[in-house]
């Protein structure tokens, strides 16, 4: 056995059991370190089957761009793990019936073809490649330019979508917010704008003041037989 052929079998083993950690681990963070490390030996595989550039691009797109933003999104949404997990059990017999649907699929893809013919096809782009005229960046650009280029719009147009979608479950409002909704204010009928309420009429009557305590006195009536008060004097 050759050691390229070691080397291959030592990242693929690798390579699936990164895999199977993805997605079972608990934590969203580990998760996400357990796919950086099936990129790596991903790109280890293709780095032995001669495809540099894609190599170099898994590694510096996925691994140092999207995994490094996935990370961070995940910590900003401060993830509740145990209430995800409540009722993940329920979902068991739904991804056993999905993952074995995927395995059947493939089994037939490699095993029988599917129905597809295992004639070669004469390429020319590929016997230029391997005759060394044309580079493997050169080839790539080629093919995805020409035969894959919906697929490759579509591809950008799902990046874009993921983009404002990471955007939209991070932006927070202020709990002190003052702005207006303008949805609501659009949704508000003229009625009910103003609302006139028929209330009964209240007709309070103004209080007597109270006399002074010398005021009463004075206008008190004397006694039969008794003295008229003398007046007060002003010393």
């Keep these: 056995m050759e050691f390229t052929t070691v080397l291959f079998y030592i990242f693929a083993l690798l390579l699936t059991l990164s895999g199977l950690k993805v997605i079972t681990a608990r934590n969203p963070v580990s998760s996400a370190l357990f796919l950086v490390l099936a990129f790596f030996n991903a790109a280890a595989v293709w780095m032995l089957l001669e ?23 995940v910590m900003m ?51 230029a490649a391997q005759s060394g005229a044309m580079s493997n960046t050169h080839l790539i650009g ?39 909704d303008v949805s609501k204010q659009v949704a508000v009928r003229a009625r009910d704008r103003v609302r006139i309420v028929k209330m009964a009429a209240v007709v309070e009557v103004p209080e007597e003041p109270e006399a002074a305590p010398a005021d009463a006195a004075a206008a008190a009536p004397a006694a039969p037989g008794a003295a008229p008060a003398a007046p007060a004097t002003k010393s």
């Design 77 to 127: 949404l401060d993830i509740n793990v145990d209430v995800l997990s409540r009722d993940f059990k329920r979902f068991i017999p739904v991804a056993t019936i999905v993952g074995a649907i995927m395995v059947i699929e493939t089994a037939l893809i490699l095993w029988h073809g599917y129905g597809a013919t295992t004639t070669p096809v004469a390429d020319g782009s590929l016997a």
């Design 51 to 73: 495809a540099e550039f894609l190599a170099i691009l898994l590694v510096l797109v996925y691994v140092g761009a999207v995994m490094v933003l996935f990370l961070f999104v």
């Design 142 to 180: 080629k093919i995805i330019y020409t035969d894959y280029i919906f697929a490759f719009e579509v591809a950008g147009l799902v990046l874009l979508v993921a983009i404002v979608a990471a955007i939209g479950l991070t932006v927070r409002e202020p709990k002190d917010s003052k702005r207006q």
